[in-house]
């Protein structure tokens, strides 16, 4: 059966990672290529017990139709931690439910993007930023990141050109790992003021932090016009499909208008447990938890690195995240090195997904979070030797 | 906060039904501008039950990322139906699990619609599908909806256009309540017939059935380049969000691909919590009680309406659902009619939204899941000695 699809279609590729993800669906592979949360984290028992409770004492309101910007107890709760922790100036009316903040990314690409017009994209960037954006036929300028935030160079030239949109990953960033400095946080606001571009700063992971201060979202620096994201994905649980956007009123009202037209709402079932489990447990508590199993995790994934990678490709050094980059000399290609290692049994995402130009690249991403120290230490040791063999063969 | 949006915000409406709920939050006014099913009927001590096993026996799985297409046994479960009722030669890879059946509108359109290209629909037609659909500028041919089906020269006149996409909800349809008959059905099968259109077949009410006799779906008669939408939100709970679209490998695989974008999937936790209520529970016997109470308060307004309305007015006699459709002589606007019913405490929701033209329309959508028999006599009574006022006047 063939159809006339929407010219859209053409520019939107099928998720690589899910892709590879069938490949390593052996068990003999050691996978460093997705991108989950470790399940042994989750507080299953806390979370069956808020399920229990907000269905069978209030299944009313919580089996019911709901409102589109989202549980209003909810958006408070997340609200009032923005106050508390980084001093933003945020009230429950702020904030807008998401079905994961990946639907953040569809929504905000579609009430502000027009065919041809353009966003700015860090380079590597998230690759479901470039999916959901792709949908949207934009234009791409890519400014790339280095160890502590994007080259203001190439930003300036970027934001020369008027875009819509400059969307970024401020912390331990998918896929490289990479944080902005608090000065670079400062000086990518200031670019910013007086500019129309809308900055949308996606915060996945800025909670997960195991070594180093504490930073302030960039939205501190440059609260208008700009768009925070954020997710109980990592914090939580992925399952429940709850992320949230903080935006201004008008861009707000757009953002409803599309939601609603995109799936009414976000489920009420899965919001309203989280909030029970917020309100009945310590989330800090559970983060130093994360914190430390994944601190402990890219401690040996880095430890592995520094004995069995060879000594020309170099990695970053996170501190907070889920995810690894390391980079191979010039002219090396991931995807080669990626037939050769799954034939060794150890899987990691090519860098190519990352680029807005699909480029063969000579990156990879590694995420730690789901394997114990000893596996992490033996699939490096795998990689290692993989790399090495690739490298002296070209 | 000025922001420049895209051209495509510019076409949608906000949903005109959730300003209206609005006004009737008010707990003295008699509603019949809701769409909700009757929460008295949510199954909430076995969904509960259900929510906490899967959670707790199974919180690895339930709370984890999954795969865009769905959950295989709840995918499963739902092919299995249609085998074994309808007949329709469907397996679990047919299916693709959606965030309410809201979600797939949004989808087919996305994957579908370039600006410009023509979506045949329905008049009046589902309010929700024009939100969504506008989203990707469409133009309409519209097609009146009459107590059999719709009107098949006009079909055959809009088909001669080579739309990409009919759009028609075949059973009870909100806003009418009309059914097509099984004539009708194969009618429109023969007409789509050897034409590039796809047929998406919207069906929330059809298993709501309280008269007459059970009908296949439309896709029976022409499976091929034809979608069917389905939902649990009327048979167990909206607050899931879960709902299913049926597709041919050529457009499932790209659904996949837009929804990978939107929200990567849906609630992990939704999906298994509904699935385990359907293993353990009576399915049928559930449906069976809801229709046993929606057909008691579908009567109680029918009766109403033939004591109080004026007899100029005329009303659907709906064999299910959850709507009634009634329509005052030309020339009389149901906004005007609205704004006298609220000052006698009695609301509904005008014609006007079902119409993608939005015109001041003579009709009326009338709800009557969400108020106890007595109540609904009471609205009624209101509501006509408005009619009779209103119309008095001209």
Known sequence: MSHNFANRMQSVPRSFIREILKVTQDPTVISFAGGLPNPALFPSEALAEAARTVIADHGGETLQYSTT??????????????????????????????????????????????????????????????????????????????????????????????????YAVTSFQNPSGLTYSDEKRQAVAEMLKGTDTVFAEDNPYGDLRFAGERQRPLMAYRPEKSLLLGTFSKIAAPGFRIGWVVADPDLRHKLVTAKQAADLHTSTVSQRIVHRWLEDNDLDEHIAKICDCYGTQCNAMLTAADEFFPEEVTLTRAEGGMFLWA??????????????????????????PFYVDGRDANTLRLNYTNAVPETITEGMKRLGKCMKDYIASL
């Open 69 to 166: 910007e989202g549980h209003p107890p909810l958006r408070e709760w997340i609200a009032a931690r923005y106050r508390e922790r980084d001093g933003l100036d945020v009230s429950a009316d702020d904030i807008m439910i998401t079905t994961g903040s990946q639907q953040a990314l569809d929504l905000m690409a579609k009430v502000l993007i027009d065919p041809g017009d353009t966003i700015v994209m860090e380079s590597p960037g998230y690759l479901g930023a470039i999916q959901a954006f792709s949908m949207f036929e934009p234009k791409y300028e890519t400014v790339n990141v280095t160890a502590d935030g994007p080259d203001l160079d190439a930003l300036e030239r970027a934001l020369a050109k008027n875009p819509k949109l400059f």
């Open 327 to 352: 980079e191979m000399p010039e002219g090396c290609s991931s995807m080669k090195l990626f037939d050769l290692a799954i034939k060794e049994k150890v899987a990691f995402v090519p860098g190519n």
